[in-house]
């Protein structure tokens, strides 16, 4: 689990490609301090699994199905990414849990400033919009920020200065793309709904009318 709660922008520095697949290697400093073979790194918003490290960088595979569900495919030698290490024990929550699992890709459309922050227009997937709310949470390429404004297609969000400095995404331009990952609650009620309703479909009821004439509630 993570926060959303960028702790550095690290830089791709090589990729190799498998058949589908890839490894990055990625320059970094802060999120290496105690760093093991096996542990997570959320990058740009995905939950990945170091391999390999060094004092500088660290290692990571990308497998086919993350290829085809972020942002993670575009990346180049030299661009840069957001990076969180997993939330221990007794962290402080600074944003919202967040699960590094990417529910899809969005789109920015538009960015204007607002006095000292910086609006941010993103289209997210069709399918994502039922679990976006006004002053809701959202993962942005693992910044987890508040939803401003909903449209029928679209929201806003707003960047202060200090999230537009120590993240990627101040630099980002109209048409670039940011992997979304929705609230993990919305997704939780929904699933249950839905065994709900299929339950209440899939019941026999025992109530009829010899049954409530029996109990006293209908009279001959």
């Given at each position: 689990?993570?926060?959303?709660?960028?702790?550095?922008?690290?830089?791709?520095?090589?990729?190799?490609?498998?058949?589908?697949?890839?490894?990055?290697?990625?320059?970094?400093?802060?999120?290496?301090?105690?760093?093991?073979?096996g542990?997570?790194?959320?990058?740009?918003?995905?939950?990945?699994?170091?391999?390999?490290?060094?004092?500088?960088?660290?290692?990571?595979?990308?497998?086919?199905?993350?290829?085809?569900?972020?942002?993670?495919?575009?990346?180049?030698?030299?661009?840069?990414?957001?990076?969180?290490?997993?939330?221990?024990?007794?962290?402080?929550?600074?944003g919202?849990?967040?699960?590094?699992?990417?529910?899809?890709?969005?789109?920015?459309?538009?960015?204007?400033?607002?006095?000292?922050?910086?609006?941010?227009?993103?289209?997210?997937?069709?399918?994502?919009?039922?679990?976006?709310?006004?002053?809701?949470?959202?993962?942005?390429?693992?910044?987890?920020?508040?939803?401003?404004?909903?449209?029928?297609?679209?929201?806003?969000?707003?960047?202060?200065?200090?999230?537009?400095?120590?993240?990627?995404?101040?630099?980002?331009?109209?048409?670039?793309?940011?992997?979304?990952?929705?609230?993990?609650?919305?997704?939780?009620?929904?699933?249950?709904?839905?065994?709900?309703?299929?339950?209440?479909?899939?019941?026999?009821?025992?109530?009829?009318?010899?049954?409530?004439k029996?109990?006293?509630?209908?009279?001959?």
């Amino acid at each position: 689990m993570f926060t959303g709660i960028v702790e550095e922008i690290g830089k791709i520095k090589k990729i190799e490609h498998g058949s589908n697949s890839i490894a990055l290697t990625i320059q970094a400093n802060k999120v290496l301090g105690d760093v093991k073979l096996g542990d997570s790194i959320a990058t740009n918003g995905v939950c990945l699994t170091v391999t390999d490290f060094k004092e500088n960088e660290f290692t990571v595979d990308v497998m086919p199905e993350t290829l085809r569900n972020s942002s993670l495919a575009d990346l180049k030698i030299g661009h840069e990414v957001n990076l969180e290490r997993a939330l221990r024990v007794g962290d402080r929550l600074g944003g919202h849990l967040v699960s590094g699992h990417i529910d899809g890709v969005g789109s920015i459309r538009a960015k204007k400033r607002e006095d000292n922050a910086v609006v941010v227009t993103i289209a997210p997937p069709k399918e994502l919009l039922r679990y976006i709310i006004p002053k809701g949470s959202i993962t942005i390429d693992g910044v987890s920020l508040t939803v401003a404004q909903l449209e029928a297609n679209t929201f806003d969000i707003s960047l202060i200065p200090h999230t537009a400095q120590i993240t990627i995404l101040g630099k980002k331009n109209v048409g670039n793309k940011v992997n979304l990952e929705v609230d993990l609650i919305g997704k939780y009620v929904e699933r249950m709904m839905e065994f709900s309703e299929e339950e209440e479909e899939g019941s026999d009821s025992n109530i009829d009318i010899n049954m409530l004439k029996d109990k006293g509630f209908l009279f001959a």
